[in-house]
């Protein structure tokens, strides 16, 4: 990479779910912004449009360029016309941020039938569908890159509630990546997905206290809260060149959670 040359220049990228859901940025928003700084044009996929229109504004504002989509990554045909309008406006397709998520609660007794679907339906099938649209359209280019929005909890049970539909959700998620990045490989195609960890956003602030937001902070080894900026850095590296050897890969964003045992962080816990 050329010394100064911005780490996106000449690509184009899709992410979903590029508005918040409040006041702030989450990571989609966060990783358009990002993701534009760098150089890319960036189609700013929604099903609230008006949301997506916030996170255009303040790319117009820094001088990058980006459009709004409206679509329902649950529908297929909105995915293959997400990836269409991608193509037709900016002439390629080289990057693909799957972000769209919801949180479903219960335990396997408790939960509700219809919101194990619908976490299903959007946390999971929303990405196959998408990547099913992105990966011939990212071929036609010559190669690119799927990042896909898991999390700790594919891996870990215990947050401020039982969230059973959401952290399968997020394990499909997981596998659904290692799939891709071995079966479209030789199409220079890299898929990798992202685990964040207990990261403050638009999406969980209403389920927080402050005493749980402290306590979310103090579990992990680096003892500070995490952002969406977090989680889009880590999305623009991957989505960069600079990981141009790096495919099928978890990468947990999570301020050392997932290493840390319990008991060695009840001496923090008890602050």
């Known amino acids: 990479m050329t010394e100064g040359k911005a780490r996106l220049q000449g690509k184009v990228a899709i992410v979903t779910g590029a508005g918040s859901s409040g006041p702030g940025y989450g990571t989609g928003k966060a990783a358009s912004a990002l993701f534009a700084r760098e150089g890319a044009r960036v189609l700013l996929v929604d099903?609230?449009?008006?949301?997506?229109?916030?996170?255009?504004?303040?790319?117009?504002?820094?001088?990058?360029?980006?459009?709004?989509?409206?679509?329902?990554?649950t529908s297929s045909d909105d995915c293959r016309a997400m990836?269409?309008?991608?193509?037709?406006?900016?002439?390629?397709?080289?990057?693909?941020m799957n972000n769209v998520a919801v949180i479903k609660t219960g335990n396997v007794v408790e939960v509700d039938?219809?919101?194990?679907?619908?976490?299903?339906?959007?946390?999971?099938?929303?990405?196959?569908?998408?990547?099913?649209?992105?990966?011939?359209?990212?071929?036609?280019?010559?190669?690119?890159?799927?990042?896909?929005?898991?999390?700790?909890?594919a891996v870990r049970s215990g947050t401020f509630a039982p969230l059973t539909p959401y952290s399968?959700?997020?394990?499909g998620v997981a596998t659904l990546t290692i799939s891709m990045a071995v079966q479209?490989?030789?199409?220079?195609?890299?898929?990798?997905?992202?685990?964040?960890?207990?990261?403050?956003?638009?999406m969980v602030a209403p389920l927080l206290?402050?005493?749980?937001?402290?306590?979310?902070?103090?579990?992990?080894?680096?003892?500070?809260?995490?952002?969406a900026w977090?989680?889009?850095?880590?999305?623009?590296?991957?989505?960069?060149d600079e990981a141009r050897w790096i495919t099928g890969v978890a990468l947990p964003v999570d301020a050392g959670l997932l290493a840390a045992s319990p008991l060695s962080m009840l001496p923090y816990l008890r602050e």
Not at 47 to 58: D, F, G, K, L, V
Not at 86 to 94: I, K, S, T, W
Not at 168 to 171: A, D, E, I, T, Y
Request: proline share 4%.
């Open 209 to 227: 206290s402050e005493e749980m937001r402290s306590l979310r902070a103090r579990c992990a080894p680096l003892g500070v809260e995490g952002t």
């Open 47 to 73: 099903r609230e449009p008006e949301r997506a229109e916030e996170t255009s504004a303040i790319i117009a504002e820094e001088g990058g360029e980006a459009s709004v989509f409206e679509a329902d990554v």
């Open 168 to 171: 399968v959700s997020k394990g």
């Open 230 to 240: 977090d989680v889009a850095r880590a999305a623009l590296f991957l989505a960069s």
């Open 83 to 96: 990836v269409e309008a991608a193509v037709q406006r900016y002439g390629r397709l080289d990057a693909l």
């Open 184 to 202: 479209h490989g030789r199409e220079n195609i890299r898929a990798n997905c992202i685990m964040p960890g207990f990261i403050y956003t638009p």
């Open 113 to 153: 039938e219809d919101d194990w679907d619908t976490a299903m339906d959007v946390n999971l099938k929303g990405m196959m569908l998408a990547s099913k649209h992105a990966i011939p359209a990212m071929a036609e280019s010559g190669g690119g890159s799927i990042v896909n929005i898991s999390s700790v909890e």
